[in-house]
Structures are given as structure tokens and as C-alpha cells.
């Protein structure tokens, strides 16, 4: 099933083991597999040059890493929100800073909304 539809994945980051990238990898083969456009600021972060696999195993995941500018981070993830077509709350989304302002943006822009089965 083809949908032309594009989606946005948004959910917890920081405080998650590998910054929660297999939740969001998972969600986007989900999505990918139902016929959406799928954008995924995990996707986004690797397309970068970052991929948290590579860091040390003591890392601490609370941490914005020194290769992430968080100001670049909220507006290319923002610039995605506005332009899907809806926006996917991964589980957890509620305890996140970033997940609920992009909510928040999806929403003010009439985006629909879909909210993680858990």
C-alpha cells in the first residue's frame, strides 16, 4: 500500500542507550513497510556523519555528544516537522523537551498526529 504521505518519528533521545536510535529505526520500518515517507531524526544524525555506535561504551547518554550542535538539531528537526505530512509519538515522548515541542509544532500546524502503541 502506497500512501504518499510523509511522517515524522519524534520521541526521547537523550537518557536512552544509543539515543534510542533502535526504537526509532524500528518505527520507520514500520512506517516504511505501510507505504509512508518516513524521516527520522536518527536517520537525519547518521545522514550527518553521527552514529551513537561509535561512541565508548561509558558514555553517558544524558550527554549531547561534542559532534551535535543542539541548535542545528532543533531547526533541521523542526524544518522536518513542518514539512511531513503527520508526526509519530514514540513511547516515552511525554518525558522528552524535544518530542513534546515538536508535538506541539505538529499540532499547531494541523499535522495529524499518531501516538506509539505500547
Known sequence: M???KSIYIAGPMRGYHLYNF???DAARDEFEGEGWSVVSPADIDRDNGFDPINLPADFDWNDIPDELELMDCIDRDLKAV???DAI?????????????A???VAKWAMKEVFYEAV
Open 88 to 100: 509519530l509519538m514514540l513511547d516515552g515522548w511525554r518525558k522528552s523537551l524535544g518530542a513534546t
Open 22 to 24: 533502535p526504537a526509532f
Open 2 to 4: 502506497i500512501n504518499n
Open 102 to 104: 515538536e508535538r506541539a
Open 82 to 84: 513542518k514539512e511531513c
